[in-house]
């Protein structure tokens, strides 16, 4: 049977964004970050901390979610989603105005360590039997991403038969697929854990890789260092702790068109 993991969770996610936003200050930032970018936005703010002794509050979640939590609170000072999409969206919006880009997200397939299931290809997520962890295309990038990638190739309605879960953040699927609960899941590459679980590589002309940007939010008490904590993030000092995390920077041409 399909679900929406962790989905009674929402409500208890915008409400601690809520009071978080609360309590930004004049020496605290509040960051509106996608899930899948936790790990090296935390050794980041720490490292801005120390810098500038200014701290940086998190609420990490699915993209859409987040810029859900942005217009109903108006609150905050930067957004930072897995896709380029989601900051335009909030830049039409009126609620980001200064941006830059950072890094590239790059999909993979991801199966259960030995790869029991067989899976080589996107297009074996629509053989019958396969049990197949995706993203929820309404909530975080990596779904919408995964959909459109697979609409592309015509099995969407396929692959769709074979979903055992819908997952509001990225790092749901890791979990999935580390407890043997799906046969295969598409998240980002730098989320890939060749200790826990083994990688499928997506080939280029099939795949739809993601800028990940930062920007600034209109509505920010502390503007002047939330452009400094842009600045920071995109800067060679930023751009390092991503590598170290398995990202691409950009720019690279091997991501451009």
């Known amino acids: 049977m399909k679900y929406s993991a962790l989905s009674l969770v929402i409500g208890v996610i915008l409400a601690i964004g809520l009071a978080v936003a609360g309590s930004a200050a004049e020496d605290s930032l509040l960051v509106y970050c996608g899930a899948g970018l936790n790990e090296p936005m935390e050794e980041i703010a720490s490292l801005f901390e120390e810098e500038e002794g200014v701290h940086v509050d998190y609420t990490f979640g699915g993209a859409a979610q987040l810029l859900t939590q942005i217009e109903l609170y108006q609150t905050g000072d930067l957004y930072m989603p897995g896709a380029r999409s989601y900051i335009d969206s909030a830049i039409e919006k009126g609620f980001v105005d200064e941006t830059v880009n950072v ?68 790092n749901e699927l890791l979990v999935y697929i580390s407890l043997g609960q799906a046969d295969a899941a598409i998240v980002w590459e730098d989320l890939y854990n060749p200790d826990e679980m083994d990688e499928v590589e997506i080939p280029q002309e099939m795949n739809d890789v993601k800028v990940v940007p930062i920007g600034t939010l209109v509505f920010s008490e502390n503007k002047e260092m939330a452009e400094k904590f842009m600045n920071f993030v995109a800067s060679d000092e930023g751009k390092a702790v991503f590598v170290d995390h398995g990202f691409a920077t950009y720019p690279d041409s091997r991501y451009e068109v």
Do not use: F, Q
């Not at 290809?121 to 990596?142: Q, T, Y």
């Open 103 to 170: 890094v590239y997200h790059v999909p993979c397939i991801i199966v259960p360590k030995g790869n029991p299931a067989g899976v080589e290809s996107l297009e074996d997520l629509a053989e019958p039997g396969v049990r197949v962890a995706l993203g929820d295309p309404e909530g975080p990038a990596i779904g919408k991403v995964s959909k459109k990638m697979l609409e592309g190739l015509g099995i969407w309605e396929d692959v769709n038969k074979n979903v055992v879960a819908l997952s509001a953040t990225v």
